[in-house]
């Protein structure tokens, strides 16, 4: 493209694409869950909850919940069933090879420095297929040029060449001795998230169980210290006490990613999309398509 500041819209939408599935993993734990007996029974007087001589029933509960959320929820509901069902018309699919690679990418992303947190891996398995199936209908009729889609790669290939990952937590405190009791009370069963919560001095990741999320070595986001005790440290255990400056950690180590080099042929569909969606205009949503697969719903006709 004559234009090269494209590419730096470009890398925003795709920073911006990943951002978006970021905050929803985020705000997805801090959701309010209705209970299956609440949700499949009728609505009743019960009373849920008594504060002194008030009484807080099931109606005025979930009148307020419907209030608070019931509007963006159906909606959220609706839009992934009109993509779904559009998509079946379609015959768009979305394969298990590609999920994967977008779970890869967004987990190499994410640390606890920017306070994000790996939500249920499953219900981030879906969130990916229903944004690509979405980004796939809104891009469907836009023609990028093979070059373009090429010239991106090359100058963005950095973004494309994943390192070697690990899904990392730890519990700092100021002495060795406090590191030892941390030691013992793992080694009698105790939860190290719970251990963080109440141990920890990293007022970072203390309340999110000491979780730093996924790092790598070339990140800058973990102590030279805890680098050297990577390569000893095996999945689901824990390592200790770790020196750094004054203070001492205990590591935990969930998970480990192994370093991938995406070729062209392996993203060129995901920089394709990109590249499209950055030639559209206005809000990129499901609700511009509530009319072809005729949606009725609780608020009104259409959207």
């Known amino acids: 493209m004559a234009n090269k500041s494209i590419w730096v819209i470009v890398f925003t939408l795709v920073a911006t694409n990943c951002l978006t599935i970021g905050m929803w993993l985020k705000g997805n734990q801090e959701q309010v869950e209705i209970p299956a007996t609440v949700a499949t029974a009728s609505i009743t007087d019960e009373v849920v909850a008594t504060i002194g001589e008030k009484n807080i029933t099931q109606q005025e509960w979930l009148h307020q919940l419907e209030k608070l959320y019931g509007k963006e929820t159906l909606k959220e509901i609706v839009n992934r069933e009109v993509i779904y069902q559009l998509a079946d018309q379609y015959n768009i699919t979305v394969s298990e090879d590609l999920i994967e690679q977008e779970m890869t990418i967004i987990k190499a992303m994410y640390n606890s420095i920017d306070n994000e947190k790996i939500a249920d891996e499953e219900d981030l398995r879906k969130q990916i297929e229903y944004n690509i199936l979405l980004e796939e209908m809104l891009t ?8 373009d889609v090429e010239e991106f790669y090359k100058e963005n290939q950095s973004l494309y ?14 002495t060795e001795e406090e590191a030892e009791t941390v030691i013992t009370e793992l080694e009698n069963g105790s939860d190290f998230s719970v251990l963080a919560m ?8 203390s309340n999110q169980g000491g979780d730093l999320g996924y790092v ?10 805890y680098e050297d005790v990577l390569s000893s440290l095996n999945v689901n255990s824990w390592e200790g006490p770790v020196q ?27 920089i394709r999309r990109q590249l499209a969606l950055g030639q559209i205009e206005g809000r990129v949503t499901a609700e511009q398509f509530w009319n072809e697969i005729e949606v009725d719903w609780f608020y009104g006709q259409s959207n």
Do not use: C, Q, R, W
Not at 140 to 147: L, S
Not at 168 to 173: E, P, R, W
Not at 198 to 205: H, P, R, V
């Open 140 to 147: 469907k009729d836009v023609v990028i040029p093979d070059e």
């Open 161 to 174: 060449d994943i390192p070697t990952t690990y899904h990392l937590s730890h519990i700092k405190v100021t």
């Open 198 to 205: 109440e141990k920890s001095i990293d007022e970072f990741t």
């Open 216 to 225: 790598t070595v070339e990140s800058g986001y973990i102590p030279a210290e």
């Open 244 to 270: 750094v400056g004054e203070e001492f950690a205990v590591l935990y180590l969930h998970e480990i990613m192994e370093g991938k080099e995406y070729s062209f042929d392996d993203v060129k569909e995901h």
